[in-house]
C-alpha cells in the first residue's frame, strides 16, 4: 500500500473513532464510574423515574394515569416526530405536571457521522417541544444511549445536558413481564439512581409497554419502602456532566 491510500486510511479510521468512540459511555460501569452526571447519579434520597420514546395517544395517557395514581411525577424523554404527530398528548404531560425531555427526532441509529444531521434534528426536537408546551427543555437522552461526539456537541449547542441511566427494565423486549421487569430495574437501583422505561413501543415489540405499567406501582413501592423519593430529573440533583465529557471529546467552546 503506498503512502497515500495509507494515510487516507488512517485518516477515516481516527475519523470513524473520534465519532463513535463517546458512544462506549453505553456501558453501564464505566459511565457510573467516570461519569456520574451522565449515568443520572443523583441524591442520595431520591430516585429519578424517566420514559423513553412516546409520546403515544394509547400508551402514554395509561402512564399518566398510573402516575397520577400513584402520586408521582417523571421525566419524558420524546421523540419531536411524535411529538409533532401526537400534541395533545404532549401538552396533557405537562399539564399533569412532568417534565418533558429530548431523545431526538427520530429513533434512527448514527453509526455514520452527520454533525448537521445530529445538529438539526436536536435543534427541530428542542423547538417541537417549546412550541408545544411553552417550556424550554432542559435534558437530552440519544436514542439506544449512543452517544457520538456529533450528539454530544449538538446537544452542548442546544443548551441540553445529556443524561443517560443507571437502571432499566429491558421493557422493550416480546417476553418482557411486569416480574422481569421489575427484578431487573430492582437488580441495578440505589438511592441516587435514574430508571429508563418505556411508555410507547413505537420502536419496540408490540405491546411491550403494558409490562413497564404493570411493574410500575412495584418500582415505586420498592423505592418508597427503601425510603427513596421517586420524582423526575429536575429534582433529582445531577451533576453537571460536561467537565467529564470534555475529558473524552476534548473543548469544542
Known amino acids: ?3 497515500g491510500p495509507r494515510t487516507a486510511l488512517l485518516t477515516a479510521a481516527a475519523l470513524a473513532l ?3 468512540g463517546p458512544a462506549a459511555t453505553w456501558l453501564p460501569g464505566p459511565r457510573r464510574r467516570w461519569l456520574p452526571g451522565l449515568a443520572g447519579a443523583g441524591s442520595p434520597g431520591h430516585v429519578a423515574l424517566t420514559f423513553d420514546d412516546g409520546p403515544d395517544p394509547v ?4 402512564f399518566l394515569d ?3 395514581g400513584l402520586g408521582v411525577r417523571a421525566t419524558f424523554f420524546v421523540l419531536g416526530a411524535r411529538a409533532a404527530a401526537h400534541p395533545s398528548v404532549l401538552r396533557e404531560t405537562v399539564a399533569r405536571g412532568h417534565e418533558v425531555a429530548v431523545h431526538g427526532w427520530d429513533h434512527g441509529r448514527p453509526w455514520l ?3 448537521v444531521r445530529d445538529t438539526r434534528e436536536v435543534r427541530a426536537c428542542v423547538s417541537a417541544v417549546r412550541e408545544l408546551t ?4 432542559r435534558w437530552y437522552r440519544p436514542p439506544y444511549g449512543i452517544l457520538t461526539s456529533g450528539r454530544w456537541v449538538a446537544a452542548r449547542a442546544a443548551g441540553l445536558r445529556p443524561v443517560l441511566w443507571s437502571a432499566w427494565g429491558r ?3 416480546a417476553d418482557a413481564t411486569a416480574a422481569s421487569v421489575r427484578a431487573t430495574v430492582a437488580a441495578d437501583l440505589r438511592g441516587g439512581g435514574t430508571i429508563l422505561l418505556h411508555d410507547s413501543d413505537v420502536t419496540s415489540a408490540p405491546g411491550c409497554w403494558g409490562a413497564a405499567l404493570a411493574a410500575l406501582p412495584d418500582i415505586v413501592a420498592g423505592c418508597r419502602e427503601a425510603g427513596l423519593t421517586v420524582g423526575p430529573l429536575d429534582e433529582h440533583g445531577v451533576p453537571d456532566g460536561w467537565r467529564g465529557a470534555a475529558r473524552l471529546l476534548g473543548p469544542h467552546d
Not at 59 to 62: D, F, I, Q
Not at 134 to 137: C, F, H, L, S, T
Open 134 to 137: 411553552g417550556r424550554r427543555p
Open 59 to 62: 400508551s402514554t395517557p395509561r
Open 113 to 115: 457521522p452527520s454533525p
Open 1 to 3: 500500500m503506498s503512502h
Open 66 to 68: 398510573a402516575l397520577d
Open 171 to 173: 421493557d422493550w423486549t
Open 18 to 20: 473520534a465519532h463513535i
